[in-house]
């Protein structure tokens, strides 16, 4: 009777270390740590080229199954008025064009994960789709980048060029429209996701 029971014990520990180790591998959330993160906005102009640091932005990534990087949720936000230039006359000019009185954040979410492909370490690279809104208008776009996983953190980096009129942005201008902002931007990002403590 005792070695029935000896044998029934381990057999339920068995059970629930596996149950809980597939529910660690399949179902993780980590959220943005804005610390160790870095987004930038890069920009060219009649006069000079031109960089804004994002100083507040937040997000998350979750997984459908975290062991072959399958990524089921990722999203970020951006407080418009965070992007910071070192310079207030083009800040201004920044959130005037951005309309930030009245669309206070920059998001944008995965829709569809293309394909996930192991590069080895834990390094994947990623293709997905997804929506990003600016200033109000919300755009399907795709969206390329690397990723690195361990059970402690998410690392993702990447780019992704884009066009202020196809948000129906007028590239900012200065002094009285000698100064002249070029259409095309460019977001890069090296962002670090961690677990809820």
């Known amino acids: 009777m005792n070695l029935r029971k000896k044998i029934n014990t381990r057999v339920s520990c068995l059970i629930i270390f596996f149950a809980l180790t597939i529910n660690f591998l399949q179902a993780q959330d980590y ?10 906005i890069y920009g060219t102009s009649s006069l000079h080229d031109w960089e804004e640091v994002a100083e507040s932005y937040s997000g998350f990534i ?3 199954d975290f062991g072959t990087g399958e990524i089921n949720k990722l999203s970020v936000e951006i407080l418009a ?19 930030t009185d009245k669309f206070k954040k920059i998001m944008f979410s995965v829709t569809k994960i293309k394909s996930v492909t192991p590069t080895g370490n834990n390094t994947y690279k990623v293709e997905s789709n997804g929506k990003m809104t600016i200033s109000g208008q919300t755009n399907d776009i795709t969206l390329s980048f690397v990723m690195q996983v361990n059970q402690s953190a998410v690392k993702i980096e ?3 060029t884009i066009k ?8 900012p ?25």
Request: glycine share 8%; hydrophobic share 30%.
């Open 31 to 40: 959220n943005l740590s804005l610390n160790e993160s870095s987004l930038k």
């Open 158 to 160: 990447g780019s992704k």
């Open 81 to 99: 008025e965070s992007l910071k230039s070192g310079k207030k006359a083009m800040d201004k000019n920044t959130y005037k064009a951005l309309n």
């Open 164 to 171: 202020m009129t196809d948000f129906g942005i007028e590239p």
């Open 62 to 64: 979750s997984f459908k």
């Open 173 to 197: 201008k200065a002094l009285f429209g000698t100064i002249t902002t070029g259409d095309e931007i460019t977001i890069k990002f090296s962002t670090k996701f961690t677990q809820p403590n």
